[in-house]
Structures are given as C-alpha cells and as structure tokens.
Nanobody, 116 residues
C-alpha cells in the first residue's frame, strides 16, 4: 500500500522560509517521478516542482529561483525548500507520486500560510 505523508507547513511571515517533507512508504521513489502541487483559496491546483525518474527537475514559473525540490532516496523522502515566501504562496501543498505505469498517488496536504 502506497502512502505519502506531508509535513512542515505552517504560518510564516513574508520573506520567510519553510521546508516541506513528503515521506513515502510502500514504493521506492527512485524509480518514479515526484512532484509538489499547491491549491490556493479559490484557485485550481497548480504544479510547483517536479523531479522526474532520471533526476531532471522543473519548476513552475511563479516559484523559480525561490523554491528547491530535492529527493533523498535513502529516506524515501522528497523535500520542498521554500524561501522568500510571498502571501500569494499561501495554499495547501500536496505531494504527488507518478509511477512509470501511470498511477498517481497523493498525500493529504499541508497548509502553508504566508502573512504578517
């Protein structure tokens, strides 16, 4: 049974930083693609960052230069380092695993609120 558990969300002031974690169980992430998505109030879910099976990384335009995705295979964990946070980064952040056969798995989400 594949499970994804996010943590690390919270309330932070503009300009601050947070690091989100996504611990995966039931499958080895090194063989699959991982991603972070977010959904802000009244908005559609959007892609934040991905690390594909081969290790290539891509970011959404709104977070380039501020967010960093990383994968630690030994811990079966994916991280999202978020720096220079803005109020518009406020959202529920979701971890996603996309397998090589096309299955998608999601975590429960973690709330990030950027406010003074």
């Amino acid at each position: 049974q594949v499970q994804l558990v996010e943590s690390g969300g919270g309330l932070v002031q503009p300009g601050g930083s947070l690091r989100l974690s996504c611990v995966v169980s039931g499958i080895a992430i090194i063989n699959h693609s991982m991603a972070w998505y977010r959904q802000g109030p009244g908005k559609e879910r959007e892609l934040v960052a991905t690390v594909i099976r081969g290790g290539d990384i891509n970011y959404g335009d709104s977070v380039k230069g501020r967010f960093t995705i990383s994968r630690v295979s030994a811990k079966n964990t994916v991280y999202l380092q978020m720096d220079s946070l803005k109020p518009e980064d406020t959202a529920v952040y979701f971890c996603n695993l996309h397998t090589i056969i096309g299955n998608n798995y999601w975590g429960q989400g973690t709330q990030v609120t950027v406010s003074s």
